[in-house]
C-alpha cells in the first residue's frame, strides 16, 4: 500500500514489553518511502463506570461513555499541523473522521481545510467538539502549556487525549496522572514510520496507558493511522519500546556508517559494501533475538562466538582504522564494555553478558 491509502481496521495485538521516539523534527523531515521510527499518540476517552475487571487504581482508568458504531463516528481534534500532524489529520479525513485542526500558525492548518479539516482559532475551539484529541506538538512541555489551562482542561474532561509528543517515560506518566486528576482518559504512543505511511499497515503505532478496554473501544480511530498495537496499562511502556526499537535501528545504521568509512579509506568500490550489507543483514535478527533470550534466561554459557572472540576483532578494527585515519571513536566504546566484561571474569561468555555492563 502506499501512503494516504485507506485500511480497514486490523482487530488490537497485545504485545508484551520486553524492549522502544525519533525526535518530531528528524520525522517530520523525511518524507522519503523508506520506514522510519517516530514518537507516538496519546489519546483521551469519555467517562465510563469501571469494570469489575479493573483494580481499584489504574492509569487513566476513564472509558468511552459509548463506543464508536457505524452510525456515528468519533469526532477528531489534532493539535499541530506539521508534517506529521498534517498525515494524521488526512488519514482521518479520508476514513470519514469528522476532524478538527489547530496549529500555532493558523496558515499551516488552513491548508487542512481544503481536504475537509475545520480550523480553529484557538486550542479551546478545536478540542470542544471532539471526543478524541491528537496532540502532536514538539514535546510534553509544549503539550502541558496547551491543555493545562483552566478552560482547556475543562473541555477535555470525559475525553480522550492521545499524545504523540516527544519525552521520556516519566514525563508520559506525569500527563497521564494530571489527566487521570481532571477526569481525562488517556493513552501514549509511538508512531513507528515517517509521515508518508500514516494510514497504512505498515505505519505501526505503540499505545500504552489508559486500560486494554479503553484502547479496544477506540480502535476504529486509531486504525485510521495504521496498525494501532496495545503494549500496556503503564503509560510509559510504548515510549520505552519505541526508544529500545530506536537503538536497534541507530545501532544498525552508525555501524553501516562506520564500515563506510573504512570501506572509502581502503578505496573499495561502494557497490561491493552494499552488495554484501544485504545478505549479512539478514542473519543480524536471529543473532539480536538471541541475545535478548539468553538475558531473559539469564544462559551466557556454550557461545558460539565468547566474547574474547569479540574483542580481538575488535581490536583489529582499531588497528585498521588507525592506520588509514578512520575515526575510532565509535568502536573504543565497544573495546571499553569488552575489556570490562574480560576483566571481570567473562571473557568464555556469550555476547549477552554484556547486558550487565549497560544497566
Avoid at 499524545?163 to 481532571?182: F, K
Avoid at 581502503?266 to 543483514?281: G, N, R, S, T, V
Avoid at 575488535?314 to 585515519?325: C, D, F, I, M, T
Wanted: net charge positive; with cysteine.
Amino acid at each position: 500500500m502506499h501512503a494516504g491509502q485507506k485500511i480497514e481496521p486490523r482487530p488490537p495485538r497485545v504485545i508484551p514489553v520486553a524492549t522502544a521516539r525519533t525526535s518530531k523534527h528528524a520525522r517530520e523531515s523525511s518524507t522519503r518511502a523508506r520506514p522510519r521510527f517516530s514518537r507516538g499518540l496519546r489519546i483521551r476517552c469519555n467517562n465510563a463506570p469501571r469494570g469489575p475487571d479493573q483494580p481499584s487504581r489504574t492509569w487513566g482508568a476513564i472509558s468511552p461513555v459509548h463506543p464508536e458504531s457505524s452510525f456515528m463516528k468519533s469526532r477528531i481534534a489534532v493539535l499541530g499541523a506539521g508534517v506529521m500532524g498534517s498525515a494524521l489529520v488526512r488519514a482521518f479525513l479520508e476514513r470519514g473522521y469528522p476532524t478538527s485542526i489547530w496549529n500555532r500558525t493558523k496558515a499551516k492548518a488552513e491548508a487542512l481545510a481544503a481536504a475537509g479539516a475545520k480550523v480553529a482559532d484557538t486550542v479551546d475551539q478545536a478540542v470542544a467538539d471532539a471526543d478524541i484529541v491528537v496532540v502532536n506538538v514538539s514535546d510534553y512541555a509544549t503539550s502541558e502549556r496547551l491543555l493545562h489551562p483552566d478552560n482547556v482542561a475543562k473541555s477535555l474532561r470525559g475525553k480522550l487525549i492521545v499524545q504523540v509528543a516527544s519525552g521520556s517515560t516519566r514525563e508520559a506518566r506525569d500527563l497521564a496522572a494530571w489527566a487521570e486528576q481532571h477526569g481525562i482518559a488517556y493513552l501514549d504512543g509511538a508512531i513507528m514510520a515517517t509521515p508518508n505511511f500514516v494510514g497504512t499497515p505498515e505505519c505501526v503505532i505503540l499505545y500504552s496507558g489508559g486500560t486494554n478496554a479503553l484502547f479496544e473501544s477506540n480502535n476504529a480511530a486509531l486504525s485510521s493511522l495504521g496498525t494501532a498495537v496495545y503494549v500496556s496499562t503503564d503509560p510509559g511502556h510504548a515510549s520505552a519500546l519505541d526508544s529500545a526499537l530506536l537503538l536497534v535501528m541507530w545501532g544498525s545504521l552508525f555501524g553501516t556508517l562506520q564500515g563506510l568509512a573504512l570501506v572509502q579509506a581502503e578505496k573499495l568500490p561502494l557497490q561491493a559494501y552494499l552488495d554484501h550489507i544485504k545478505p549479512f543483514a539478514n542473519l543480524v535478527p536471529a543473532w539480536a533475538a538471541d541475545v535478548v533470550e539468553r538475558v531473559r534466561d539469564q544462559n551466557f554459557a556454550s557461545p558460539i562466538a565468547p566474547i574474547n572472540s569479540h574483542a580481538t576483532a575488535v581490536v583489529a578494527l582499531l588497528a585498521s582504522n588507525k592506520e588509514r585515519g578512520v575515526s575510532n571513536e565509535l568502536p573504543e566504546v565497544f573495546h571499553r564494555l569488552l575489556q570490562r566484561s574480560i576483566q571481570a571474569g567473562h571473557g568464555a561468555d556469550d555476547f549477552a553478558i554484556l547486558n550487565r555492563f549497560l544497566r
